[in-house]
């Protein structure tokens, strides 16, 4: 059995694009007037540089130009490669609103056809580091958002267990649970909880499974895809492993050495079996390989200084 492949988008159709395995390379980084829906979230030349004009300045990224449609009654998964430091991290926290990223130095940033002025309920974020209140439960950690809302603590309980089961927790014991008695996977599973309940637009992830061990790891990719089929948000995920944002991309973005900005950008076939499974595909390997080889070439000249 085979993946079924993606339709292809209004770029792919009339574009010349690469195919690589389960993945087509598109001859440039689209433009809002190829898309046939509004965008979600729009980059416009935006540059971020820290400290600027001392003697410590640093340009994140610059120049980053792209856009992703707003997929209605789905949303699109979006995944976020590069060589270490390229600013992934900086595009996501722009998205999200969140100092000292936000606000950008130069350009324009759009999301759901607005500016970014801060934070705000439509943006969910998980981190890597398992965020949490340790002196808050489970349950109370998962709706923590829905209390700080004045939602009655009836209708937050129900959500919250609804949520907790959701994740794969059992409800019956570890809603009462606190964050010290979690493994990695489960402190995981509460913040992508916590961020879900909310039903955000837009869910940002930076590197959620990274500290996981491997197989923990493949399920909590399967998991996630679960939900978002279930969510039905735009997702950006940043990570350093390529299998799994192959495994979990609609589309890829491909990031130049520091100071970062859209190097390529792939629209990837979806995958339609389990992590571990996938990834015995040829087809699948095929596109892992072609992007390694990219990012192997990006770290190569940093370390040439070309």
């Avoid at 958002?145 to 959500?159: D, F, H, Y």
Wanted: with cysteine; aromatic share 8%; proline share 7%.
């Amino acid at each position: 059995m085979t993946a079924t492949p993606a339709e292809p988008s209004k770029t792919a159709q009339e574009s010349p694009a690469t195919t690589v395995g389960m993945g087509e390379v598109l001859s440039h980084v689209r433009t809002p007037d190829e898309l046939s829906r509004p965008p979600v979230v729009e980059f416009r030349n935006v540059t971020k540089t820290y400290n600027p004009g001392l003697p410590n300045e640093f340009t994140a990224i610059r120049d980053v130009t792209f856009v992703v449609e707003d997929l209605p009654d789905k949303g699109e998964f979006i995944s976020v490669l590069g060589p270490s430091g390229c600013g992934k991290s900086t595009i996501l926290r722009l998205i999200a609103g969140l100092e000292p990223q936000h606000p950008a130095t130069s350009g324009e940033l759009f999301v759901l056809g607005g500016g970014v002025y801060g934070a705000g309920p439509d943006r969910g974020m998980v981190f890597q580091d398992y965020t949490s209140f340790d002196h808050r439960s489970v349950l109370d950690n998962v709706t923590f958002g829905l209390e700080c809302q004045g939602i009655s603590r009836k209708i937050r309980q129900e959500l919250g267990r609804y949520w907790i089961d959701r994740v794969g927790l059992k409800v019956a014991t570890d809603q009462y649970k606190y964050p010290h008695e979690l493994s990695g996977g489960m402190r995981q599973r509460v913040a992508i909880a916590r961020t879900l309940i909310l039903k955000p637009r837009i869910i940002l992830m930076d590197e959620p499974f990274g500290a996981l061990d491997p197989m923990t790891r493949m399920n909590m990719q399967d998991l996630l895809l679960e939900l978002w089929r279930e969510v039905e948000a735009t997702v950006f995920f940043i990570t350093h492993s390529i299998e799994e944002a192959v495994f979990l991309g609609d589309r890829i973005y491909i990031l130049s050495n520091s100071p970062g900005t859209i190097l390529k950008e792939m629209q990837i076939q979806t995958s339609d079996r389990p992590s571990k499974e996938m990834q015995r595909e040829p087809r699948f390997q095929e596109t892992v390989y072609y992007i390694r080889d990219v990012i192997s070439q990006l770290e190569e000249s940093r370390r040439a200084g070309t």
